[in-house]
């Protein structure tokens, strides 16, 4: 899968800059509206979103170009095809996840009610 070496921060990002494009491929975003999409638990300052945004553009997500508009800095954001189809994969990858500790939570029942029989024969 695709995202499956973003790390937290960069999964955060990645997820407010795709709810920010809303399904177009080319898009103005100034850093602040990134930084509001992100959720509120995560602290991250405009330094490092340049940084973790550079990163996802070299990973093949976006082009990013920077500009400046009314004295504002904003990014003019062209989604690649890793970028737009991020949101399928983030949700393969997270069904991924909940059927491992599914298989996992499973296994540690099978093992239990195990152990519970054979204390009984053997007790």
Do not use: H
Request: charge should be positive; include cysteine; glycine fraction near 6%.
């Amino acid at each position: 899968m695709i995202n499956d070496k973003l790390n937290k921060r960069e999964n955060e990002v990645m997820r407010a800059v795709f709810s920010l494009s809303l399904g177009k491929e080319r898009f103005l975003a100034a850093p602040c509206e990134i930084l509001a999409a992100l959720p509120s638990k995560v602290r991250i300052d405009e330094e490092s979103l340049e940084r973790t945004l550079r990163s996802l553009e070299l990973d093949g997500y976006f082009q990013l170009i920077s500009s400046e508009r009314k004295g504002e800095k904003i990014y003019v954001v062209l989604m690649r095809e890793a970028g737009l189809c991020y949101r399928r994969s983030d949700i393969q990858r997270r069904r991924s996840v909940a059927f491992k500790w599914g298989v996992g939570a499973i296994g540690a029942c099978i093992t239990f009610f195990i152990g519970v029989i054979l204390r009984l024969i053997f007790k």
